[in-house]
């Protein structure tokens, strides 16, 4: 049964309520289904529900689950990604885009004085833009299937080191308290000290890691 320190891997599919639309979602079957891009890891995604990993209503939701179980869970804008806020609008002149050699498109995700923006409106030389989260006063419906619980502490550091990384390592070992995660790509010094910290705070206190990049 999944408790709060539990390493929980999960499937889900992500969805706006009011459009059926999906935002999210982990299962190749579903996204050939509906005809989405296919350019994507599909693969479980590691969540430990004390850790922040996913949203706090789908952390709670798995407390008390076993593996093999699948439900549908509703999670309100407020208890998701918040409410929209009208003051996040902000309105840019198009040499601002030029300047940054950025070629605006209603729905573009773009980085304005070093924050996210996504395009609402491109006209006569101006564009709108909001810095809210495109999810912002939605309300999400999530299908979520529980595929295990994790036990091994090898897995659970590839976990860890996978859910930063953005992808598997190629190979992790632990000897008298050392872990050696192996990358095939050079990592971030953030990224690599985010998966040396939760390591140490969920897996092992006492784990030394070395992340090793060919």
């Given at each position: 049964?999944?408790?709060?320190?539990?390493f929980v891997l999960i499937n889900f599919v992500g969805r706006v309520v009011s459009t059926n639309r999906i935002?999210?979602?982990?299962?190749?079957s579903v996204a050939e289904k509906e005809g989405l891009s296919l350019d994507y890891n599909f693969?479980?995604?590691?969540?430990?529900?004390k850790a922040g990993y996913v949203?706090?209503?789908?952390?709670d939701s798995l407390i008390g689950k076993n593996p093999g179980d699948k439900y549908t869970l509703e999670v309100q804008s407020k208890d998701a990604f918040g409410p929209f806020d009208q003051h996040l609008i902000k309105t840019y002149g198009m040499a601002v885009f030029r300047e940054?050699?950025?070629?605006?498109?209603?729905?573009?995700?773009?980085l304005l004085d070093n924050k996210v923006a996504t395009v609402l409106s491109v006209n006569s030389g101006r564009v709108m833009v909001s810095f809210n989260h495109p999810l912002a006063g939605k309300d999400l419906s999530y299908e979520?299937?529980?595929v295990s619980v994790l036990e091994d502490d090898k897995e659970k550091c590839g976990g860890i080191f996978e859910h930063y990384a953005g992808k598997k390592a190629d190979g992790v070992s632990i000897e008298n308290n050392k872990v050696s995660i192996k990358s095939s790509e050079e990592l971030k010094g953030y990224v690599i000290e985010s998966i040396k910290s939760d390591i140490s705070k969920y897996v092992n206190k006492d784990f030394s890691v070395g992340i090793a990049s060919k």
């Amino acid at each position: 049964m999944v408790d709060e320190n539990s390493f929980v891997l999960i499937n889900f599919v992500g969805r706006v309520v009011s459009t059926n639309r999906i935002f999210d979602l982990t299962d190749r079957s579903v996204a050939e289904k509906e005809g989405l891009s296919l350019d994507y890891n599909f693969s479980p995604i590691l969540v430990i529900p004390k850790a922040g990993y996913v949203l706090k209503a789908v952390s709670d939701s798995l407390i008390g689950k076993n593996p093999g179980d699948k439900y549908t869970l509703e999670v309100q804008s407020k208890d998701a990604f918040g409410p929209f806020d009208q003051h996040l609008i902000k309105t840019y002149g198009m040499a601002v885009f030029r300047e940054n050699k950025i070629n605006p498109s209603v729905g573009d995700t773009v980085l304005l004085d070093n924050k996210v923006a996504t395009v609402l409106s491109v006209n006569s030389g101006r564009v709108m833009v909001s810095f809210n989260h495109p999810l912002a006063g939605k309300d999400l419906s999530y299908e979520i299937e529980v595929v295990s619980v994790l036990e091994d502490d090898k897995e659970k550091c590839g976990g860890i080191f996978e859910h930063y990384a953005g992808k598997k390592a190629d190979g992790v070992s632990i000897e008298n308290n050392k872990v050696s995660i192996k990358s095939s790509e050079e990592l971030k010094g953030y990224v690599i000290e985010s998966i040396k910290s939760d390591i140490s705070k969920y897996v092992n206190k006492d784990f030394s890691v070395g992340i090793a990049s060919k």
